[in-house]
């Protein structure tokens, strides 16, 4: 039997999905770093420019992925990808809360890295550590090429597939745990998912795209220009002061401050709501 059109990707399929994406980019990593250590000849290439194959890394296990689940979904590309029109009075309340958001939820991460074993903390350190030395290949992957990618992937593709058979609710919230667990990072995954929980909420109240894409980018530039804050650190579990840092109070209240004045305007501005199911 021919599975319905426009209804890809259930919730074991979106599964299914994220592993194809970690096994493409896992791949075409191997595949970059060979070719790059195969045509070494003392010149500055692309083989050499570890950024340029960073971000080559990225877009093309991003790029491959989408095309995967496109050729999956068999729906037409306006359909999967809505850009309705936003006006301004969208943008500003989403402005305002990606700058409350990105203190509470930062200031949450390194809570939890205390609360937590040190050696969780560690393993997240060792999959997100050593990009310092890449900064506008950091810069390129993680407010350009991955918002847009994985807006596309999770509020695009996986969220609309959902809401072919589930309840906007629950397409919100398991788009949005799925996002947080594609991360990997351990200490992360929590705060991510709350991220994705209002960047479905605002692909819903929208149709549109749009307002996610700006919002994850804006949320990104963001976490990377707070990362060198000179806030006082306080002692880990074990006593040792940790280079974790965190925030003054009167930093974490504005963050709280911001993000609820960009929800309440948000919430008077927007006030449409998409069909629990798709063709309703």
Known sequence: MNRQSGTYPTLKQAFWLLLVFFAIT???????????????????????KEEARFIAIGAVGYTLTLAWAIRKARAPLGEIFPFNHVSAGDIWPTVLSMF??????????????RALPSWIPE???????????????????????GPIAEELLFRGIVLRGFLSRYSTRKTVLASALLFGLVHVNPVQVASTAILGVLLGWWRTRTRSLILPILAHSLYNALALSTLGLPWVGLPNNAGVTEALMLHPLWFDVIGVLLFAAGILM???????????????
């Open 26 to 48: 896992i791949a075409v990593g191997i595949i970059v770093e060979l070719t790059a250590s195969l045509t070494l000849h003392g010149r500055q290439t692309f083989a050499q």
């Open 123 to 145: 393993i997240s350190n060792s999959l997100i550590g050593g990009f310092e030395t890449l900064p506008w290949g950091v810069t390129a992957l993680v407010v350009v090429i």
């Open 266 to 280: 948000s919430d008077r501005v927007s006030k449409t709501q998409i069909p629990a199911r798709i063709g309703a």
């Open 100 to 113: 409350g958001l990105v203190i509470i939820l930062e200031e949450a991460a390194n809570l939890a890295s």
